[in-house]
């Protein structure tokens, strides 16, 4: 079974910083071949993509981010990471890590979600 357990949440001013973090596990889960990705949910909206990163260390990002936040991976500790700086208030949402097989569309895992409050 796969687990996707996110961390690094919390209260921040605007302006300020956070670093999400998502450690997979499983005995099965060739983390590093999948497509990894971080995703929100605002009260009242859709979970919409922030980031994702390739095996290939390709990354993509949702316009209203870029430039301010970044992904990256380490394959090594099966972890993926989310820098986000300049938070906005319109960030605020629950943060999903999410893990995407490259070939098999049913292959496709959430974790629980790390909430983000930007307030001042």
């Known amino acids: 079974q796969v687990q996707l357990v996110e961390s690094g949440g919390g209260l921040v001013q605007p302006g300020g910083s956070l670093r999400l973090s998502c450690a997979a596990s499983g005995i099965t889960f060739t983390f590093s071949i999948y497509t990894m990705g971080w995703y929100r949910q605002a009260p009242g909206k859709e979970r919409e993509l922030v980031a994702t990163i390739t095996r290939d260390r390709n990354t993509n990002y949702a316009d209203s981010v870029k430039g301010r936040f970044t992904i990256s991976r380490d394959d090594t500790k099966k972890m993926v990471y989310l820098q986000m700086n300049s938070l906005k208030s319109e960030d605020t949402a629950v943060y999903y890590c999410?893990?995407?097989?490259?070939?098999?569309?049913?292959?496709?895992?959430w974790g629980q979600g790390t909430q983000v409050t930007v307030s001042s």
């Open positions: 999410n893990a995407d097989h490259p070939y098999y569309s049913a292959f496709t895992y």
